[in-house]
């Protein structure tokens, strides 16, 4: 399993960008995709998860850290193997390289991700 993560950039307080991840390989609507992030000097973070649906039925949960809540949706086309994070309303705290994850997801610290992708990096200036 590959993940490519895109949509990076350096973007000005208050921009939007969405990010992208594609997965390559063996992966199906029941896998969990998250999104993590980490900035210089700190340690990797949770972001945002979305769980695989269950019973072949578009029901994911989805878990947001409480820093990004009613800022950035987390979202995924199975038909495109494709995972989103739209980040709106950033802030300069939001910089940081961006990876995204494949595994098992069942809440904002309940996860455990078995692949994840090189990150892309995401610069708000103030």
């Not at 993940?3 to 390559?24: K, M, P």
């Amino acid at each position: 399993v590959q993940l490519q993560a895109s949509g990076g950039g350096l973007v000005q307080a208050g921009d939007s960008l969405r990010l992208s991840c594609a997965v390559f390989g063996r992966t199906s609507s029941s896998s969990g995709l998250g999104w993590f992030r980490q900035a210089p000097g700190n340690e990797r973070e949770f972001v945002a998860a979305i769980s695989g649906s269950r019973y072949r039925r578009n029901n994911w949960e989805k878990y947001y850290t409480d820093s990004v809540k009613g800022r950035f949706t987390i979202s995924r086309d199975n038909a495109e193997n494709t995972v989103y994070l739209q980040m709106n309303s950033l802030k300069p705290e939001d910089t940081a390289v961006y990876f995204c994850a494949q595994g098992w997801v069942g809440g904002s610290d309940h996860y455990i991700m078995d692949y994840w992708g090189k990150g892309t990096l995401v610069t708000v200036s103030s």
